[in-house]
Structure formats: C-alpha cells, structure tokens
C-alpha cells in the first residue's frame, strides 16, 4: 500500500489550497478513505472521511463549510479541497485508507501572514 500527499505548501489566511493524494498497492474503490492532519505539538485529527463511492462525508467541526474531500475512482486519487484557510489549520495533512493503518508521508500546510 502506498499513499503519496502532495499541494501543500504556505499560503496566507483566506487562501485555498488542494491536496491530493495518490494511492497504489490496494483497490482503492473498495475504501473509504480519510484526511487527518496533525499541528506540532498536538494530537493527529480526522479532518474529513468519504465512503467508498463517494456517497457519504464527514467532516470535522473546525473545517464544515471550508473544506471539501471528494475522489476519483478511476485515478485511485483523494483530494482535500481548502478554502478560508485560517492559520489554526497550520498542520502536517495525511491521507488513510479508513480504519486501516496505512499512512502517506504528509504534507504540510502552513497559513501565515
């Protein structure tokens, strides 16, 4: 299983920003499929799950109605769509297949003026 996060990088507040995450080794359209982020210091966070077919989402308080997660089954990818980002969403974000222990490298956002 391989899990690859990319389109992070440093933006100012009120920008956006979309992650990818590009996924091989499992078949990806069985899965659901999670973002998580972790900021120094603190514990990883679930920022947003899709279900296997893209049916259903959840997302985390601190990002409903900024962030948006969707997929694209035919190219085994994940995306974390970041709007409004504010500067207490400044983490290192990591894609996961839901439930399983299979985890990218990450990728970091920094939000900053």
């Known amino acids: 299983v391989q899990l690859v996060e990319s389109g992070g990088g440093l933006v100012q507040p009120g920008s956006s920003l979309r992650l990818s995450c590009a996924t091989s080794?499992?078949?990806?359209?069985?899965?659901?499929m999670s973002w998580y982020r972790q900021a120094p210091g603190k514990e990883r966070e679930l920022v947003a799950t899709?279900?296997?077919?893209?049916?259903?989402?959840n997302y985390a308080d601190s990002v409903k109605g900024r962030f948006t997660i969707s997929r694209d089954n035919a190219k085994n990818k994940v995306y974390l769509q970041m709007n409004s980002l504010k500067p207490e969403d400044t983490a290192v974000y990591y894609c996961?297949?839901?439930?399983?222990?299979?985890w990218g490298q990450g990728t970091q956002v920094t939000v900053s003026s």
């Open positions: 996961n297949v839901a439930s399983h222990p299979y």
């Open positions: 080794g499992f078949s990806f359209s069985r899965y659901a």
């Open positions: 899709i279900s296997s077919a893209g049916g259903s989402i």
